[in-house]
């Protein structure tokens, strides 16, 4: 099973900007679609962003569109969330998961497994 790692949640004020990291094994990296959730208080945990190692394809979530990019290193197995302009309403526990069959593309979110530990975010004034 694909081991992945979350990092760089935090407290921010609101329009403020935070960078996620998801670490993950070379194998993973290399032939899975990482994909990034949140799950706030009292609400079920949604898929907001994933790209995929197969085509590059890249799938934001409305709610986030032209405020985060997701992007990967691949000399350091890694794919970021750069979160920009953040609202209170972004306040969760994110995570990263990878799917085989690198499918990115907003429809296949129950194929994500493999969850990280998960990463406090908290926009907050």
């Known amino acids: 099973q694909a081991q992945l790692v979350e990092s760089g949640g935090g407290l921010v004020q609101p329009g403020g900007s935070l960078r996620l990291s998801c670490a993950a094994a070379?194998?993973?990296?290399?032939?899975?679609?990482i994909g990034w959730f949140r799950q706030a208080p009292g609400k079920e945990r949604e898929g907001i962003s994933c790209?995929?190692?197969?085509?590059?394809?890249?799938y934001y979530r409305d709610s986030i569109q032209g405020r985060f990019t997701i992007s990967r290193d691949d000399a350091k197995n890694t794919v970021y969330l750069q979160m920009n302009s953040l609202k209170p309403e972004d306040t969760a526990v994110y995570y990263c998961?990878?799917?085989?069959?690198?499918?990115?593309?907003?429809?296949?979110?129950?194929?994500?497994?493999?969850w990280g530990q998960g990463t406090q975010v908290t926009v907050s004034s």
């Open positions: 070379g194998y993973v990296f290399n032939y899975y679609a």
């Open positions: 998961a990878a799917s085989y069959p690198p499918r990115c593309d907003g429809n296949s979110w129950e194929d994500f497994s493999s």
């Open positions: 790209i995929s190692s197969r085509d590059g394809s890249i």
